[in-house]
């Protein structure tokens, strides 16, 4: 079982980012359904300890907030870029989530995440694309900004990896606590 946590995004949102598909060649775009923001990857895991991780994530309670998706910029590594996505404002009430959200998988006896949170949507995944390619995709969309939404829950989501991409189901969802 693949699991990570996120904020599943609203549909007008995700059909706002869905409709920058295409322009950017060997490019993977995700599914506009499975369009949300990554909190907290977990990976695989075995033996039931999904349920350890939802015990862990049950008393989260952080109150509602507003989160505004705006630019795009891209993932690279070695001067190949290999994502492509949306950024997401910064914001103290994100930034507070995820450091309970890691908090509390840590003492549900995850390692410790060691990449810096950096929030974003992805849009696309590329092979090895061009740099060129997507600086100048990313050009054409710089502009790209949404209303804000509110968030209003966190989401323990299985990934099924498959042939047309992956496949996201909600597991559980944990609401903010009462304003």
Known sequence: MRLFVGIALPGELRARLSALRGGLKGARWVAEANLHLSLRF????????EADIDAALQPLRVPAFSLTVAGLGAFERRGRVHA??????????????????E??????GLEPEHRKFKPH???????????A????????????AAAPFV?????????????????????????PAPI
């Open 42 to 49: 977990i990976g695989e895991i075995t033996g039931g300890f």
């Open 84 to 101: 492509v996505w949306a950024g997401v404002e910064k914001s103290d009430a994100l930034m507070a989530l995820h450091e309970k959200i």
């Open 103 to 108: 908090s509390a998988l840590v003492r549900a």
């Open 121 to 131: 949507v992805t849009l696309a995944r590329l092979n090895g694309g061009s740099a």
């Open 133 to 144: 390619d997507a600086g100048l995709y990313i050009e054409t969309h710089a502009a790209f």
């Open 151 to 175: 968030v209003d829950r966190v989401t323990l989501f299985e990934s099924h990896l498959g042939h047309g991409g992956s496949h996201y189901v909600a597991l559980a969802d944990y609401p």
